[in-house]
């Protein structure tokens, strides 16, 4: 008989009138990468934070190793060989390495109340170097990158002996080749015998890496099958509950003439001290250019001086072959340009406002809104009903507030607001971040008919195979400089992570 | 110059050190309770409630023992009450702070009238001895600034060394700061942070009220009404000043202690200027600090949030 290294059974929770599981039956075998896949709000992440007693759950039973256990809290958790991997680190910046591990159960010296840090480093760059980590143990967490910091996570895991790994969309945050490197550790702790739980909703990686995959859908568990016996199509379906289109069908197109460029644009960020150095990117009509990159290599920064939320510090920006560099904000959009910022929560949305009046946000002096002095509000509810309508934007009453919506609606919601308005020039940042795969479907088709109807659209992403798809052009972004551009047949997706990574074309 | 020769000698910074130990001893509560993630405001109130208490206690037993204690007592509860608020009942910790101060004030002036039937002083009441120390006594200068103090004086010396140690050399201090800078963190790796909290917080009070006991017990023998004067709020800025660190927070309030000494000096010396304005300076250089260097300070990332575990 093998071994189930997990098994929850009839597991329910709830939000407020929102189930986030229901009567979920969930089995992991010992030794196994088992992929719990599913959408954005499917109830993965509840899941594993009810197995590892992050939550309380409604009811259901749990078992480790085939013993009934109740797990009340974290410290139960890691009792029972558990370790979970976070999607948003847990980790403390301004300590190290050690300190990050260590704490909670921390050796002491044998006649001493305090922290025996030697004993801690020699353990530490045990772990480290059995898996080949190759970190030192006094470094600070804020001077790691992203992938360094993830192993960290994994060390803590692996300090408290834990057997079972939960893995909460590691991949998020990490480049193609981090990802790859993530896998090799993945294998090698199923080598070592480790059971390792993998969440995530990218079905490539599940493909890759996993034995058995779980599906959850609306909080309740749609199957278990294994990856030998299943196709991307088939989990594709298993996970939206209908048939999705996963290849986007492209028109071959000649771009018009330019509409938007941005010449010798610099920008020093004054706090990171990041400097976006002499860029120079110009966008014809009906074309989608790709800026591809990892996060905080002048993105954010690009975009905002596009939006005009920022200033930079020389260069020139024109729309329309008319300046616009010193143009507000709000100018811009009247010009006709539309904005999908990366963080939806901050720039896109008021969360506590109404659908309306979200949808009425930027358009508040537009005439076409006002009643002599007040707003039209009957004119905006049907303008709303039938934006909410046209870009499919789920929502439960009538009074939503926006901070209700899933992630996906959200984007839905501020997508329709802006390409709404009839824009020229369409800058969208991250639009698909945090969005679940039935979104990301409707936005790319949203995002191919803008370039069908003859605009320009920059598609801000750290999402390869979107990019790869979507793009005409691509440019590769790298601490704030453009190291690679051109068509997007020049370029493969590995080529891409590696000039994203740093690495020069001539290199390889 | 007389004056700068009156200012900087020996008997002023004795005297600092004897106006230190109130600020020293909260600072170094604020410590705790920051460093564990919850804003401690209500350090005023606590060094109040720890000064009446020992005189309370005192009064009642005839022994200033007996007073410090009951002061230790008093700040412990008001430290549990605060905890409760703020980490239970996540109420907001300025605002809870504020409470505590105003409950404090108005408290300890009502009890003073429905035990000694007066409002502005309590009597005399038996007050701490000093203490000597011989072999201090015959170091030149540190043997006049430390031979004869308050016992409470080299108490404080204790608690702060040892509280560095207890932050940044155990466990439990590894735990504390842990839970400040990332409380959900320190859950996943199975710390307790409730008993972290209630611990750091109530461990503030009882710290402020030692201070608080030194005023009426050992400064003073007696309780007078709002006897803390904006201490707490010194100890707070001495705190952040010293970088949520014992001994960065004792320097700091030295430099507040010190600066009131010189203050006091001042007065005593009849210059030209009104006393209202020499009065001011060690709040001046309260709200200097506060300003100044508070901007270059990096506090508990999680300083003034609520968590709560298993949801």
Avoid at chain 1, 93 to 99: A, G, H, K, L
Avoid at chain 1, 268 to 277: I, M, Q, R, W
Avoid at chain 2, 6 to 23: E, G
Avoid at chain 2, 254 to 273: H, P, S
Wanted: charged share 20%; hydrophobic share 45%; with cysteine.
């Amino acid at each position: 008989m093998t071994i189930n290294a997990v098994e929850m059974k009839n597991i329910s929770k709830s939000f407020g009138s929102v189930k986030a599981n229901d009567s979920i039956d969930f089995s992991v075998k010992k030794g196994e990468i088992h992929c719990l896949l599913g959408e954005n709000g499917a109830g993965k992440s509840t899941l594993v934070k009810i197995l590892f007693g992050l939550y309380n759950k409604d009811q259901g039973q749990i078992k480790i190793n085939n013993k009934p256990v109740k797990i009340n809290n974290p410290a139960g958790a890691i009792k029972e060989k558990m370790g979970m991997i976070h999607q948003h680190f847990m980790l403390v910046d301004r300590f190290s390495i050690i300190e990050n591990i260590i704490a909670g159960q921390e050796p002491t010296r044998t006649w001493g109340t305090s922290i025996d840090k030697k004993k801690a480093a020699v353990k530490v760059k045990e772990i480290s170097q059995n898996f080949g980590f190759d970190l030192d143990p006094e470094a600070l967490i804020e001077n790691l990158s992203v992938g360094e910091q993830q192993r960290v996570e994994i060390m803590k895991a692996l300090y408290r002996e834990a057997e079972i790994l939960i893995l909460d969309e590691p991949t998020a945050v990490l480049t193609p080749q981090e990802t790859e490197e993530l896998f090799e550790i993945m294998e090698s702790l199923k080598e070592d015998n480790k059971t390792i739980i993998f969440i995530t909703h990218k079905l490539n990686e599940t493909m890759e890496i996993a034995d058995r995959i779980t599906i959850l859908r609306d909080g309740k568990k749609i199957g278990t099958v294994n990856k030998n016996d299943t196709t991307p199509q088939k989990l594709a379906n298993m996970m939206v509950g209908r048939e999705v289109l996963l290849d986007l069908e492209k028109s071959s197109k000649n771009p018009g003439k330019e509409i938007f460029s941005i010449k010798n644009l610099s920008y020093k960020n004054p706090v990171s001290g990041l400097e976006l150095n002499e860029i120079n990117i110009s966008f014809k009509k009906g074309e989608i250019v790709g800026l591809a990159g990892v996060e905080g290599n002048g993105q954010l920064e690009l975009e905002e001086i596009i939006a005009g939320l920022k200033a930079p510090d020389s260069g020139e920006i024109l729309f329309n072959s008319q300046k616009i560099t010193k143009v507000s904000t709000r100018e811009r959009r009247n010009m006709g340009l539309a904005h999908i910022p990366s963080d939806r929560n901050k720039y896109g949305l008021v969360g506590n406002f109404s659908l309306a009046k979200n949808i009425l946000l930027g358009s508040e002096w537009n005439p076409e809104f006002k009643n002599k002095f007040m707003i039209d509000f009957d004119y905006l509810n049907n303008y709303t009903d039938q934006i909410l309508k046209e870009y499919d934007v789920r929502f439960s009453g009538k009074n939503s507030r926006a901070s209700e919506l899933s992630g996906g609606n959200q984007q839905k919601l501020i997508i329709g607001r802006e390409l709404s308005r009839g824009a020229e020039f369409v800058l969208a940042a991250q639009p698909t971040r945090g969005v679940d795969i039935g979104a990301i479907e409707f936005i790319h088709r949203q995002l191919l008919k803008i370039r069908e109807e003859d605009k320009a659209v920059f598609l801000i992403s750290a999402e390869l195979d979107e990019l790869m798809s979507l793009s005409d052009r691509i440019l590769v972004i790298y601490e704030g400089n453009i190291v690679a551009r051109g068509k997007v047949e020049d370029f493969d997706q590995e080529e891409l992570g590696l000039l994203m990574a740093g690495h020069s074309r001539e290199e390889r | 110059m007389n004056v700068l020769g009156t200012i900087f000698s020996i008997n002023t910074l004795a005297a600092a050190i004897r106006l230190v130990v109130p600020i020293a001893l909260a600072a170094v509560g604020g410590a705790f309770s920051e460093r564990s993630g919850v804003i401690n405001i209500g350090l005023e109130g606590m060094i109040l409630t720890g000064a009446f208490a020992g005189a309370v206690g005192s009064y009642y037993s005839g022994s200033a023992f007996f007073g410090v204690l009951a002061a230790l007592a008093a700040g412990a509860i008001l430290g549990l009450l605060f905890s409760f608020f703020t980490i239970d009942l996540e109420a907001d910790h300025v605002v809870a702070g504020v409470g505590i101060n105003i409950l404090s004030l108005g408290f300890t002036t009502w009890l003073m009238q429905v035990i000694w039937g007066q409002k502005g002083a309590s009597p005399q009441v038996a007050g701490l001895p000093e203490i000597k120390i011989p072999i201090l006594a015959d170091l030149p200068l540190l043997g006049d600034l430390l031979a004869s103090n308050s016992p409470i004086v080299y108490l404080m010396f204790i608690i702060v060394i040892s509280s560095w140690y207890l932050l940044f050399k155990t466990p439990l201090g590894l735990r504390i700061r842990f839970t400040g800078e990332h409380p959900e963190a320190a859950d996943t790796l199975g710390i307790n942070i409730r008993f972290i909290k209630y611990f750091s917080v109530t461990l503030s009070g009882v710290l402020a009220a030692l201070g608080g006991s030194y005023l009426s017990l050992g400064h003073l023998n007696w309780f007078s009404s709002n006897m803390s004067a904006g201490r707490g709020y010194m100890a707070l800025a001495a705190n952040i000043f010293g970088q949520w660190n014992p001994l960065g927070g004792f320097a700091a309030s030295m430099l507040f202690a010190f600066t009131d000494a010189v203050q006091m000096r001042l007065q005593g010396m009849n210059l030209n200027i009104a006393s209202e304005f020499i009065q001011m300076l060690p709040y001046v250089l309260t709200v200097l600090i506060l300003a100044g260097a508070v901007i270059r300070s990096r506090p508990p990332a999680a300083l003034g949030s609520h968590y709560k575990s298993n949801k």
